[in-house]
């Protein structure tokens, strides 16, 4: 499968834990983003990268989420001292450049967070 | 503030019935206007898009139409099937094509289920 994929699906966790998902976008697209996703709700951005530089960050809810894409490739989403409203389903999606015709933007299965 | 306005939040439909959804946005910086499907647990898969120097794109059983003056766009799915059952979001990114950050925003989302 030459999808985008997404690690772990579901996580569960405590309130005040830190927690880090993971992304593999498709391999030859050099923009990947992150959303994030509540119930009822359309996706949300985040933040996004081309290839290993981080273009916008200032849609991060808070400082106690960050993320990384060190070599170009797959990406990281960390959220320290998780809270309840950090719940959401956490989807990364992937593209060859701005997202457009011909570029369109490939969505992983996403993951799930629980905090309790 | 919502940019993309989505109607309505659910939908039912009998099996072979033409499906509705509709989308309004406000920002004329938008220049291409994707329409996702997301079924439960999985993340948001594209399903068609449009630009808006065209007023109409069909792809099979699903038609974009597309009125730029009224800054509205709408998806139909003709003769819907149980397997069409769905949540259906319209998404808008900001141009210019291919040198914007290409983040898509969503509207809210049409939870869709066709009757058999």
């Known amino acids: 499968d030459t999808g985008v994929s997404q690690d772990p699906r579901h996580k569960i966790t405590k309130r005040g834990q830190n927690v880090t998902f993971r992304c593999d976008p498709i391999?030859?697209?050099?923009?990947l983003y992150w959303y994030r996703q509540t119930l009822g709700q359309g996706p949300e951005f985040l933040t996004y990268?081309?290839?290993?530089?981080?273009?916008?960050k200032s849609r991060l809810l808070s400082d106690r989420f960050s993320a990384e894409r060190p070599k170009g490739s797959f990406s990281t989403l960390e959220i320290q001292r998780t809270e309840q409203g950090d719940s959401a389903m956490y989807l990364c999606?992937?593209?060859?450049?701005?997202?457009?015709?011909?570029?369109?933007?490939?969505f992983g299965p996403g993951t799930r967070l629980t905090v309790l | 503030q919502q940019q993309v306005k989505q109607s309505p939040q659910s939908l039912i439909v009998q099996k072979g019935g033409i499906s509705i959804i509709n989308c309004a946005y406000e920002?004329?910086?938008?220049?291409?206007f994707p329409w996702y499907q997301q079924f439960p647990g999985k993340g948001p898969a594209l399903l068609i898009a449009i630009r808006p120097d065209v007023s109409e794109k069909k792809e099979g059983r699903f038609t974009i139409s597309f009125n730029k003056s009224a800054k509205q766009f709408s998806l139909h799915i003709m003769d819907s099937q149980p397997g069409d059952s769905a949540t259906y979001f319209c998404?808008?990114?900001?141009?210019?094509?291919?040198?914007?950050?290409?983040?898509?925003?969503f509207g809210k989302g049409t939870k869709l289920s066709v009757k058999p």
């Open positions: 999606a992937s593209s060859l450049l701005a997202g457009g015709p011909g570029n369109e933007q490939f």
């Open positions: 391999s030859e697209h050099n923009r």
């Open positions: 920002n004329t910086a938008f220049d291409y």
């Open positions: 998404a808008a990114i900001s141009g210019p094509y291919g040198g914007s950050q290409g983040n898509l925003i």
């Open positions: 990268f081309q290839n290993e530089a981080q273009l916008e």
